[in-house]
């Protein structure tokens, strides 16, 4: 069995502040980074461009000097859009509407695309054995209403797999913000200087007119919102619409959710 390098970690990322907060956070704890972003038939194809964006911010913070760590970054092709070509999901389906204002049970339902977390993590997982990685990552986080593969179940279920797949356990799966509140990972990445400007959240992609600008009525722009006013961290972002239009549900308790 060859050795692992421990300093080096996989992280599966998209475009969003979660996944740059991840980046950030790995990348300061002196990691070498493998970054993996996917394309998977999503209409939001702007977080691919803004993943490149924050990603090359941060080599210009790490990846120079006496203590300089190496990033790459790839975008993967995946075909969840053509597998689930009965899908309904607003994510995938271009004639599907996105729902807007806060997220609820029934909402998230309208934006699930199947298996989606496991497919990456999966790529993520094979990449990292191929550089001899002992840690793969993604950013999901605490949410009030969770998907089911963004949760401490699946994380645990996913490295059992793992395990049996290959007969051991030199990979395990790590979700350091599986109990973070967004405003929490809004606080931890503005203490790494974050390039948060260079983040994006939108479902809408910057599609419908909207151009660099977030739509302020999906429900990640809703959650990008309130995380900067409950951290009390000054919010860069430009919104087509003003999220204070959609005041925040009443919450029920909950375990982890999806991060963007």
Partial sequence: MTTRIDRTAVLSVSGGMDSCVLVYYYASAGFNLHLLSFDYGQKNVNELTYAE???AKAREHFCKGSNAIEIRHRVIELPLAQLLENSDSA????SRSMPYGPATTESLKAITVPYRNPNMLIQATTAAWDV????????VHYNEYPLPDAQEAFVKAFNQMLTVAMNTSTIKVEAPFLSFTKAQIVRLG????????LTWSCFEGGSNGLEE???GKCATCLDRYNAFKLAGIADPTRYANNPKSYPPLERKQGTAGEGA
């Avoid at 001899?132 to 950013?139: F, L």
């Avoid at 503005?190 to 400007?197: K, V």
């Fill in 53 to 55: 964006k924050y990603i």
């Fill in 91 to 94: 994510l995938i389906n271009a």
């Fill in 132 to 139: 001899e990685a002992s840690i793969v990552a993604y950013a």
């Fill in 190 to 197: 503005a203490s790494f200087n974050a390039p948060f400007e």
């Fill in 213 to 215: 600008k977030h739509c």
